[in-house]
């Protein structure tokens, strides 16, 4: 079964095709920069990898570059659309109704439409990207597999706010949880590596959105985003936690609109404001080079991390593993390290030699005598939702 796996972004939509039950990847890619002159449109194959700069108007003008890309005589890989059998789409909010993969009809569109209020910078693009499919690949069967699915086993002592009930049974707020592609992803990894099922395991993703989840015998039982993915741990661009009282000051003193406050919050807080980068590589070398920002938004970034550790161990009542995952928990070493440090009262220690080697493979980066397991898990979000895709159409 031939599986396209579309994550359709405000500006970007990344694909990967993917043979199932096999796993093979057939083809990789992404267009990025949707909407300028210079949009960047990447396409892998075993045989051929081409980059190249097109205008690239919308998602469907991106979506159809896809297409031909995927449909070329010398550097295809299908022959006609109805070669591929189903699209996976990733959607961020599936709110209250969907915490399982689902297949897409009218109905499951115009919910996701009306979810928008709650992932604004989200739930468009990824619609969009599924009613772009819809039409090029006619033949197909769309499923969508959402972000907050995994998080559906929160119990409601945790997910629940301490705001007026009405607000939770009528108006479905509370808290969602994100990433839970990735946080089921590598958190079975983690079973399998530790020959376990009933395990206590910390997952922790470090991309641009971070978050951190606490995993009991399988299930979600806790995670650091909450109603939207903008709070809990210190992001790129994102603040992650702040005291709710800020906006009403920001508003009524200092004299900042909602929207101004709204954008202050997502797009130019966290690591970029503290720092003026938001590439933690470039964090690492301004910190190597002596800039105190760059050293303190290091060290508040793993503070809270360590404080959600702290947290998560004490609900589960003990712990097994943490896992570090994408971009920079599967790079950074020093941010590892900045979490690691002085933890022994927690029963983990890192190997710093461990800790220094490179590698896409699952590895074990503690002391042999640390009764935790320190685990680092390339996350595979596309594998995860090519094998729930596969799994609901079987
Ligand atoms: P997204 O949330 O967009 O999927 P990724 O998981 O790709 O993000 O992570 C992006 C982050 O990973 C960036 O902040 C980048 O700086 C960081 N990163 C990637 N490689 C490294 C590295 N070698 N060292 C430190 N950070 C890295």
Avoid at 77 to 96: F, Q
Avoid at 122 to 139: C, D, K, R, S, Y
Avoid at 183 to 211: D, F, Q
Avoid at 371 to 379: A, E, G, N
């Amino acid at each position: 079964m031939n599986i396209l796996i579309i994550n359709s972004g405000s500006s970007s939509i990344k694909y990967q095709l993917i043979k199932m039950p096999s796993k093979k990847v057939i083809c990789v890619g992404s267009i990025e920069r949707i909407g300028s002159t210079d949009a960047i449109s990447n396409y892998k194959t075993d045989a051929n990898k081409v980059e190249k700069i097109y205008e690239i108007a919308s998602h469907k003008a991106g979506l159809e570059r896809i297409t031909s890309l995927l449909l070329d005589a010398e550097i295809g890989v299908l022959k006609s659309t109805e070669d591929i059998d189903a699209i996976g789409h990733r959607v961020v909010h599936g709110g209250a109704d969907y915490t399982e993969t689902t297949l897409i009809d009218e109905e499951v569109k115009s919910k996701i439409k009306k979810l928008s209020t709650l992932a604004p910078l989200h739930n468009p693009a990824n619609l969009q990207g599924i009613v772009m499919a819809e039409e090029i690949f006619t033949t197909a069967k769309q499923v969508v597999v959402f972000d907050t699915a995994f998080h559906g086993t929160v119990p409601v002592k945790a997910k629940k706010y301490a705001l007026p009930n009405e607000l939770y049974e009528n108006d479905g707020i509370h808290a969602y949880g994100f990433h839970g592609t990735s946080h089921k992803y590598v958190s079975e990894k983690a079973n399998e590596y530790l020959h376990k099922e009933n395990t206590k395991l910390i997952s922790i993703h470090l991309g641009n959105g971070c978050s951190i989840t606490a995993i009991k015998d399988g299930k979600s039982i806790d995670h650091s985003m909450g109603f939207a993915p903008s709070n809990g741990l210190i992001m790129g661009t994102r603040s992650g936690d702040i005291d709710h009282s800020f906006i009403y000051y920001m508003v009524n003193t200092l004299g900042y609109s909602l929207d101004d406050v709204n954008e202050l919050l997502n797009k130019k807080s966290g690591m970029l404001g503290l720092t003026g980068f938001n590439d933690l590589r470039d964090i690492e070398e301004e910190a190597s080079n002596g800039n105190a920002n760059c050293i303190l938004a290091l060290e508040m970034n793993a503070y809270r991390i360590r404080k959600c550790i702290g947290a998560y161990t004490a609900t589960m009542n003990g712990l097994d593993a943490i896992i570090f995952t994408a971009g920079i928990g599967e790079n950074s070493s020093l941010m590892r390290q900045l979490v690691c440090k002085d933890m022994g009262y927690f029963n983990f220690q890192l190997d710093d030699s461990k800790n220094d080697l490179r590698s896409k493979k699952i590895r074990e980066i503690n002391t042999t005598d640390s009764k935790v397991k320190i685990l680092v898990i390339p996350t595979n979000e596309e594998l995860e939702i090519a094998k729930q895709v596969y799994e609901l159409l079987n």
